[in-house]
T-cell receptor
Framework: GDSVTQMEGPVTLSEEAFLTINCTYT??????LFWYVQYPGEGLQLLLK?????DKGSNKGFEATYRKETTSFHLEKGSVQVSDSAVYFC????????????FGAGTRLTVKP | GAGVSQSPSNKVTEKGKDVELRCDPI?????LYWYRQSLGQGLEFLIY????????KSGLPSDRFSAERTGGSVSTLTIQRTQQEDSAVYLC?????????????FGPGTRLTVL
């Protein structure tokens, strides 16, 4: 079945460091890929998404490119801020699996000043 | 309000009791989803509704779990004879349609603790 595997955390970085959170997926069909973020004390919210191969999703300085050849959707940011501290979830939604959303286990990021 | 709302925000219950969790989706969203987030775990998909119907109930952990949606709006997730392993945060989400491209908007969750 469909699944998402993402980099285990926690990840601790200094402010202005480069961030990569790896995400790979297994899917039957042609999924859409998402990154959701959960800030402390808040609900899950969409960070960015890509709906087909080679699409790049971007938001708030974060980027992720849908790579079909490597079945990956790694999240990157060039310079993290303390306010980026949160839990990040990679997810997919597959047309061939009833569009059910499948989430990774989440990666906790802490950015220190 | 503009977002997905859930109630109660916290629920503490005794083992063996029934609980009912409520979700109010964003107005106009036809699709509604329930997930469970256990401590240190990712999100586990439970069930989705397209309108009032739930085509796939295979994600429900056991027959103690049931869900319904009325009027294409509010949904309730019921857990009968709760067990300690049911303790988790239960999240509800909604989207315009039940497609693989539509963004799901999440509520704040209900934290369930079974003593």
């Amino acid at each position: 079945g469909d699944s998402v595997t993402q980099m285990e955390g926690p990840v601790t970085l200094s402010e202005e460091a480069f961030l990569t959170i790896n995400c790979t997926y297994t899917a039957t069909g042609y999924p859409s890929l998402f990154w959701y973020v959960q800030y402390p004390g808040e609900g899950l919210q969409l960070l960015l998404k890509a709906t087909k191969a080679d699409d790049k999703g971007s938001n708030k300085g974060f980027e992720a490119t849908y790579r079909k050849e490597t079945t990956s959707f790694h999240l990157e940011k060039g310079s993290v801020q303390v306010s980026d501290s949160a839990v990040y979830f990679c997810a997919l939604s597959d047309l061939y699996n009833n569009n059910d959303m499948r989430f990774g286990a989440g990666t906790r990021l802490t950015v220190k000043p | 309000g503009a977002g997905v709302s859930q109630s109660p925000s916290n629920k503490v219950t005794e083992k063996g009791k029934d609980v009912e969790l409520r979700c109010d989706p964003i107005s106009g969203h036809t699709a509604l989803y329930w997930y469970r987030q256990s401590l240190g775990q990712g999100l586990e998909f439970l069930i989705y509704f397209q309108g009032n119907s739930a085509p796939d109930k295979s994600g429900l952990p056991s027959d103690r779990f049931s869900a319904e949606r009325t009027g294409g709006s509010v949904s309730t997730l019921t857990i009968q004879r709760t067990q300690q392993e049911d303790s988790a945060v239960y999240l509800c989400a909604s989207s315009w349609r039940q497609t693989n491209t539509d963004t799901q908007y999440f509520g704040p969750g209900t934290r369930l603790t079974v003593l």
